[in-house]
């Protein structure tokens, strides 16, 4: 195991035969092949993909190893049976989550509102992400959406793998990514099919970043950053995707119900992690789909402690989290502390560190 995050982060264990020519022929042959036979072919290499020993899928634990050996070793380096340490999440929330939609084409457009209902029904709101020049975005939509409190973000310019497929074809877009992403007010972007070069993101000059799932299989771009809790490049705040994606889970996978969501879910709230989720309107027609979705938002309803969020939200919390420091702690039962940078005055910015019984507890 290698106790560098960045290891991770980066996925600098992944071989470099699996970048860019890969991607880049899946992406030339797809307007070839009849839909029905892209899904076939993939749900046939599926089994193929489950099998990869690392990550390891649907849950990776190792990032979370490290956070708790980075833990134990603070513990040890103050030699306190108690530790004030800055918490994950602000007001003393367990875990997070977000809701997050894909837009890649007129029919999920067509069906924003029955997203909208099923949401507004748990008091979610959410954030979108539409493709620039693939589609026209009728007049109306974005104030839609901003009206039920929901975030706009940018799904690139097209929906295909060309911006990370070279320097030069990266370059080239970038201005057109940031004039979109000021001409419709968002802070955050979501690379199509996940692709993705660690090193160059944080040219992107938004917010925040969700292309990296923490582990993925099944995509055009395997791998994953190995992490259920926020990171940066740069400036740039990853959000980690950390569940299936509903296409994955539907389509390809033709999961009959919600038990890889729920399962994985309960292991990142259990370890204090982000849930952040990715469904496309564009396949959330049928309702049988809807209901799954209504389930996962009634589960997550259903559970203390959780702050739901908007990724923007996220992302300026842990930039705040990134750059401030706990000033004072003692290790008595009560012990005092104060916080100092951006997140101070935020209530609740504080957590307690233990170790029971040789394991690491975070109390908020």
């Known amino acids: 195991?290698?106790?560098?995050?960045?290891?991770?982060?980066?996925?600098?264990?992944?071989?470099?035969?699996?970048?860019?020519?890969?991607?880049?022929?899946?992406?030339?042959?797809?307007?070839?092949?009849?839909?029905?036979?892209?899904?076939?072919?993939?749900?046939?290499?599926?089994?193929?993909?489950?099998?990869?020993?690392?990550?390891?899928?649907?849950?990776?634990?190792?990032?979370?190893?490290?956070?708790?050996?980075?833990?134990?070793?603070?513990?040890?380096?103050?030699?306190?049976?108690?530790?004030?340490?800055?918490?994950?999440?602000p007001d003393r929330k367990r875990f997070a989550f977000a809701l997050t939609h894909d837009v890649e084409g007129p029919a999920g457009i067509a069906n924003i509102e029955r997203v909208l209902e099923v949401e507004r029904k748990h008091g979610f709101i959410s954030a979108w992400n539409f493709v620039a020049e693939d589609y026209e975005i009728p007049a109306g939509v974005f104030e839609l959406l901003s009206d039920a409190g929901c975030e706009i973000g940018l799904h690139g310019i097209s929906h295909d793998c060309k911006l990370f497929q070279s320097r030069r074809r990266f370059e080239a877009q970038l201005p057109l990514i940031h004039a979109y992403m000021s001409e419709w007010g968002a802070s955050g972007f979501r690379s199509p099919a996940t692709h993705r070069r660690a090193e160059w993101m944080h040219e992107l000059g938004c917010l925040y970043d969700s292309s990296f799932p923490d582990s993925d299989p099944f995509e055009p771009h395997p791998g994953g950053c190995c992490s259920i809790f926020p990171f940066t490049f740069g400036d740039l705040v990853e959000l980690p995707i950390t569940l299936a994606?509903?296409?994955?889970?539907?389509?390809?996978?033709?999961?009959?119900?919600?038990?890889?969501?729920?399962?994985?879910?309960?292991?990142?709230?259990?370890?204090?992690?982000?849930?952040?989720?990715?469904?496309?309107?564009?396949?959330l027609v049928s309702q049988q789909r809807l209901a799954c979705y209504d389930e996962l938002l009634g589960f997550l309803a259903d559970q203390e402690g959780g702050w739901h969020a908007l990724p923007r939200e996220i992302a300026l919390w842990w930039r705040a989290r990134s750059r401030s420091e706990v000033l004072g702690a003692q290790p008595q039962a009560d012990a005092w502390s104060q916080g100092c940078g951006p997140c101070a005055p935020l209530s609740g910015c504080v957590a307690w560190l233990s170790e029971r019984d040789g394991k690491i507890i975070v109390e908020t």
């Open 245 to 283: 994606q509903d296409h994955t889970l539907f389509a390809i996978l033709r999961a009959r119900g919600i038990e890889v969501w729920l399962r994985k879910a309960q292991w990142i709230i259990q370890n204090n992690g982000l849930i952040n989720v990715i469904t496309h309107p564009d396949y």
């Open 1 to 89: 195991m290698t106790l560098d995050p960045d290891y991770y982060h980066y996925e600098r264990y992944r071989p470099q035969a699996e970048s860019g020519g890969a991607l880049a022929a899946y992406y030339a042959l797809k307007p070839l092949i009849p839909r029905a036979l892209q899904l076939g072919a993939r749900r046939l290499y599926a089994h193929r993909q489950a099998r990869r020993p690392f990550p390891a899928w649907p849950i990776e634990p190792i990032a979370l190893e490290l956070e708790r050996q980075r833990l134990r070793a603070l513990l040890l380096r103050h030699r306190a049976r108690r530790l004030a340490i800055l918490a994950y999440w």
